[in-house]
């Protein structure tokens, strides 16, 4: 058995796990899911995974899903190992709602600012790319990655379902209780209110939800699950 095989059904795509580290699962997985051929197939797919009896904890369940949202890929259902079950239901339970669940405004176009009783939220559905710039007197929300190179400012929070690895700032009157929040956090420079602080040189990119707030004076990073 190959160390990771796909097929369609009714209900979306079926992931099935084969034999191989975990590290070979993640990297075979996204090799075939990065193949140009097949990206316009994978994209926005319902995932029903299999995963026989290898276990996985909520930590390699969190890695696969920020993997699949990537692509607009939703983790709909486990079905395995009954500890992997157990896993699923907690990372399900824990994380935040995906943005399209929330009623929130729809924009293309960076927004004026908006008065209190306008929508507070932007939701922008695509991704941010090296030289745009999207500033919102909300909460912004984004359903795609942001590019190094791309801004985005809001006065609320910003929400990202996918890669931040542009430059970003939560909070931009002066709100400090904003927060920062990414499938994948590895932004150039992160603001929150007046507080700055910018990704180190060796920080490598962590394949799971983290969520960036001010505690004491400080930005500090923590995992999105539970948080």
Do not use: C
């Not at 075939?32 to 319902?46: D, E, I, K, T, V």
């Amino acid at each position: 058995m190959s160390v990771v095989s796909f097929k369609g059904t009714r209900e979306g795509l079926s992931i099935t796990l084969g034999e191989g580290t975990w590290h070979e699962i993640l990297n075979e997985l996204a090799t075939q899911l990065n193949r140009p051929s097949a990206q316009s197939f994978f994209q926005g797919a319902r995932v029903l995974l299999e995963t026989g009896e290898r276990a996985l904890d909520a930590l390699r369940l969190e890695e696969l899903i920020a993997l699949l949202a990537q692509h607009s890929m939703t983790l709909t259902s486990v079905s395995g190992e009954t500890r992997t079950q157990e896993a699923f239901d907690q990372v399900r339970a824990a994380m935040p709602a995906p943005p399209e669940s929330l009623a929130l405004e729809t924009r293309e176009t960076p927004a004026p600012t908006a008065s209190s009783n306008e929508a507070q939220a932007m939701l922008i559905h695509r991704t941010v790319r090296s030289g745009q710039t999207f500033n919102y007197a909300g909460t912004i929300v984004i359903i795609g990655d942001v590019n190094p190179g791309a801004e985005v400012v809001a006065e609320g929070d910003v929400i990202v379902w996918g890669k931040l690895r542009g430059v970003v700032h939560a909070g931009a009157a002066g709100n400090e209780d904003a927060v920062v929040g990414a499938l994948i956090l590895a932004p150039t420079q992160l603001r929150i209110g007046k507080q700055i602080a910018r990704a180190p040189d060796d920080r490598r990119a962590r394949h799971f939800p983290e969520v960036a707030r001010v505690r004491d004076g400080h930005i500090v990073v923590e995992p999105w699950i539970g948080s």
